[in-house]
């Protein structure tokens, strides 16, 4: 069984920078893509960054493209270095996997990356950003 544990939340005023990490263990062989979702009371979840552990690429949301970047270094651990945070970065952060293994019927988080209707079958309990002006 694949677990993901978030780590590196906490509490920073607006223009700071924090770094979130990511640790899968388990069945880790076959992950196409490791990303990390975002949710903040009262709205949806969404997906901000996403890397394909393949070939590397990495995709944005335009909400944080140029202030946080997605790095992995190998398929079991992801990184999100987030800078100029501002207010209305704060939410809980979720890391999420797309790993193949075998079961196709489980639940999924559906987002839009790396392109809208990608599904993850793997996530953790989240860590949680706050950001105060």
């Known amino acids: 069984q694949v677990q993901l544990v978030e780590s590196g939340g906490g509490s920073v005023q607006a223009g700071g920078s924090l770094r979130l990490s990511c640790e899968a263990t388990?069945?880790?062989?076959?992950?196409?893509?490791l990303g990390w979702f975002r949710q903040s009371p009262g709205k949806e979840r969404e997906s901000i960054a996403v890397?394909?552990?393949?070939?590397?690429?990495t995709y944005y949301a335009s909400s944080v493209k140029g202030r946080f970047t997605i790095s992995q270094v190998n398929a079991k651990n992801v990184y999100l270095q987030m800078n100029s945070l501002q207010p209305e970065d704060t939410a809980m952060y979720y890391c999420?996997?797309?790993?193949?293994?075998?079961?196709?019927?489980?639940?999924?988080?559906?987002?839009?990356?790396?392109?809208?209707?990608?599904?993850?079958?793997?996530w953790g309990q989240g860590t949680q950003v706050t950001v105060s002006s």
């Open positions: 999420a996997a797309d790993i193949d293994d075998g079961d196709e019927g489980g639940p999924v988080w559906v987002g839009h990356l790396p392109w809208p209707g990608y599904r993850y079958n793997y």
């Open positions: 388990g069945y880790t062989d076959r992950t196409n893509c």
């Open positions: 890397i394909s552990i393949g070939s590397g690429t």
